[in-house]
């Protein structure tokens, strides 16, 4: 159950991160209603590529933080 919930996770943050690029894109070319490139005509597009890099990132803390480092210890032996 453990690897479906990363999984999951993955493949969110993969999406997410693909819609955030998608929309600072939109929002790059963006241009009001006469047609003149205006990147504040799109500001939509700025916060919802926050947003989803927002997603993005919650989503690779949370597999992150199911994995902790565990430190193993070496026994050595002659």
Known sequence: MK???DII???VAAL??????WQV???VTAKDA???????????HLWL???????AIACVVIV???HPRVEEEIHVTR
């Open 9 to 11: 996770a993955w493949i």
């Open 16 to 21: 997410a991160t693909i819609v955030a690029i």
């Open 25 to 27: 894109a939109k929002f």
């Open 34 to 44: 006469s047609g003149i490139p205006d990147m504040m005509a799109g500001s939509q």
């Open 49 to 55: 590529a926050i947003g989803a890099g927002i997603v």
């Open 3 to 5: 690897s479906l919930v």
């Open 64 to 66: 992150f933080v199911r």
